[in-house]
């Protein structure tokens, strides 16, 4: 499966964006997806992750409650609403997709997910 992410941009602290991340699979209902994110010299970090059907939800504990991951099969896409943004949340942003079963802490983990996008800048000034 092919993922396109896109809706990154220069923001203001305590702005809002929503990243979209859209797939080229019909199938996409098949796969969990996930957000992760990068920043310059830093390890990759989980952001959020969502079931196949959306009825379960993960967050990092430090976006959540500001951070919302949803997703929507008929469209193939799946969406990442930011909102209190703050600088330390400037990344480049990717979204990746598994076709592991189940659910639990795992989903949390890039090496679970054999699909990625190719990424999209937040830029969060303060």
């Known amino acids: 499966v092919q993922l396109q992410a896109s809706g990154g941009g220069l923001v203001q602290a305590g702005g809002s964006l929503r990243l979209s991340c859209a797939a080229s699979q019909r199938t996409f209902s098949s796969y969990a997806v996930g957000w992760f994110r990068q920043a310059p010299g830093k390890e990759r970090e989980f952001v959020a992750a969502?079931?196949?059907?959306?009825?379960?939800?993960n967050h990092n504990g430090s976006v959540k409650g500001r951070f919302t991951i949803s997703r929507d099969n008929a469209k193939n896409t799946v969406y990442l609403q930011m909102n209190s943004l703050k600088p330390e949340d400037t990344a480049v942003y990717y979204c990746a997709a598994t076709s592991a079963l189940g659910w639990g802490t795992e989903f949390s983990r890039p090496p679970l997910y054999d699909y990625w996008g190719q990424g999209t800048q937040v830029t969060v000034s303060s």
């Open positions: 969502i079931s196949r059907s959306g009825g379960s939800t």
